[in-house]
């Protein structure tokens, strides 16, 4: 498993989808992992960007695992379908939907002032659907 990371304190040159192509990493599966502040009534937003939710035979299970953490999930919120950024990029250039975007309420991804939320449901959370990718269950 790899993980990067770009903050928003990074400058935008360095952008994670740039370092996707470069790095010619089509045949890696991604969590395009952001945060949310508006209130729409949901704790996490998954979105399958230009592909459709068929093409992602584990994306109910990414779902049941939000459900068992009590997390309100929706899956292509108008506002969060993942069509830009690493998902967007990635689905453009390798035409697959190895990547889906995962957006976080604030209080999922505030470790300074949620940091037990953190720790027991945010962290589990991805821990959970990351063992399902390793095993091939999803």
């Known amino acids: 498993m790899a993980i990067l990371i770009r903050t928003?304190?990074?400058p935008f040159r360095a952008l994670v989808s740039d370092c996707v192509v470069q790095k010619n990493l089509g045949e890696n599966y991604f969590l395009d992992i952001h945060g949310f502040n508006q209130d729409i009534g949901y704790d996490v937003c998954l979105g399958t960007g230009d592909f459709g939710e068929e093409n992602y035979p584990y994306l109910q299970e990414i779902v049941n695992i939000a459900r068992q953490f009590g997390l309100k999930t929706v899956v292509n919120h108008p506002n969060y379908?993942?069509?830009a950024g690493l998902t967007g990029r990635?689905?453009?250039h390798y035409g697959k939907p190895n990547v889906i975007q995962v957006e976080l309420k604030q209080y999922l991804r505030d470790f300074y002032h949620h940091f037990d939320i953190v720790e027991k449901v945010t962290i589990p959370?991805?821990?959970?659907?990351i063992h399902k990718y390793q095993k091939n269950e999803c």
């Open 8 to 10: 928003k304190f990074t």
């Open 81 to 83: 379908r993942g069509k």
């Open 90 to 92: 990635y689905q453009k």
């Open 125 to 129: 959370f991805f821990e959970q659907i």
